[in-house]
């Protein structure tokens, strides 16, 4: 594999490094062994991968020190996940789950006794967490969309109402779900609940969707969630989780790029190998042009990663920017091992490489975290206002 470094200082570059080594020594040995379409491995082994990533400072790595995550900044946490990304689970679950996750950063503006309840389970000892905003009526515009609704009797909330394309719901330990306690199409009418557990009147069901993990719906009601869950004042959902939703697309951008990146890396290798018509694949010009083309996609797109991290880093706006490396790289990433099975005909296609696995799953990338076309529609507002 070519290096880019693309300006990164020399302790990301180590941080780099070291990611590489933990997936190429650790991670994707355990992960071999799992059957193709798997979306978690045997917890004994998890454990110990989880166990071996906490040792060498790659657990939890965005989540703060204070709290027992590693404090790293978003460009270094970028950085990271488009390494992790780079295994058959790496669409969905980075490192296969060995380097933890950070909790819905908005738990870390609640109150002490939320903090040490559910956030610093998530961070120290990997506690599951779900975000519920998605309904059926839409999820591109949530102020308008949200139909949920709770409300306030006595000491406790009432909610009534579902939700749709909730990722992790079936196993999670806690979530933040929004509902309405305002009225309708207001942005502030919109308040954040903490769900601890399974509470009575919540019933969660899967929805079959084109990769081997599923995402889930959640159906509520008359479920009770005392007032110490609110989370934040009523109205003030999305003002705490804004800078969250803006910033999480960076990670989620760098590990599609991770994942182009890994099946530019198979075809290359392929090309040189591969003897067609008595020379090799990689002496063909069409083969030439799309490695040519994928590898000038890629880099163009993780600049644009770095640009937006870098930006979250000083203190800057960077919604702008985020949106527009969440478009940019999710797309090329459909692109590129799109080109890549091409170059391997049926040998892509086969389930002895991870390509056919990343090609369904990164189609879901265009639409989570905010569809390419919704994300045009704002940067097109900003030019022509």
């Known amino acids: 594999m070519s290096e880019h470094n693309a300006g990164l200082s020399q302790e990301l ?5 070291l990611t590489r080594k933990f997936m190429s020594k650790e991670v994707l040995p355990a992960e071999e062994k799992a059957p193709f379409d798997a979306f978690e491995l045997p917890d004994d082994v998890l454990l ?3 166990k071996k990533a906490k040792s060498i400072g790659l657990w939890s790595v965005r989540a703060p020190q204070e709290y027992g995550g590693g404090g790293l900044s978003l460009l270094a946490s970028t950085v990271i996940a488009e390494e992790t990304a780079k295994c058959k689970m790496g669409a969905y679950v980075p490192a296969c789950g060995a380097t933890g996750s950070n909790p819905p950063a908005p738990i870390l503006l609640g109150t002490k006794e939320q903090i040490s309840r559910f956030a610093i389970p998530a961070i120290q000892d990997g506690k599951k967490a779900f975000v519920a905003i998605s309904e059926a009526s839409g999820g591109s515009d949530p102020a308008r969309s949200i139909r949920t609704r709770a409300v306030l009797k006595g000491d406790r909330y009432i909610l009534n109402g579902s939700k749709m394309w909730i990722t992790g719901a079936e196993k999670a330990n806690w979530g933040l779900l929004f509902a309405r306690t305002g009225d309708q199409g ?5 308040t954040c609940f903490i769900i601890d557990g399974k509470p009575k009147g919540m019933t969660i069901k899967e929805m079959n969707v084109i990769r081997s993990y599923s995402p889930y719906e959640i159906f509520l009601e008359n479920v009770e969630v005392p007032v110490e869950h609110r989370l934040g004042e009523e109205g003030q ?3 705490l989780c804004e800078k969250w939703l ?3 697309r960076v990670p989620y951008s760098a590990g599609t790029i991770g994942i182009a990146q890994a099946a530019l890396d198979i075809a290359v290798q392929w090309a040189k190998d591969r003897e067609v018509f008595k020379s090799k694949l990689a002496d063909k010009q069409a083969i030439q042009w799309m490695i040519a083309d994928s590898d000038m996609e890629i880099r163009a797109a993780r600049l644009l990663i770095y640009e937006a991290a870098k930006r979250c880093d000083e203190g800057l706006s960077f919604k702008t920017e985020a ?3 969440k478009v940019v790289s999710t797309e090329t990433a459909g692109r590129v091992v799109d080109r890549c099975i091409q170059i391997m005909g049926g040998m892509g296609l086969s389930k002895e490489l991870p390509l056919e696995r990343w090609y369904r799953e990164l189609r879901i990338k265009r639409i989570g975290e905010g569809p390419s076309e919704v994300h045009r529609m ?3 507002r900003e030019l022509l206002n």
Request: aromatic content about 4%; proline content about 0%.
């Open 378 to 380: 704002v940067l097109s």
């Open 186 to 190: 207001q942005r502030g009418g919109i």
């Open 48 to 50: 110990a991968l989880q």
């Open 13 to 17: 570059l180590e941080i780099r490094d």
């Open 323 to 325: 949106s527009i490396a």
């Open 237 to 239: 959902g999305f003002a």
């Open 246 to 248: 803006v910033e999480g």
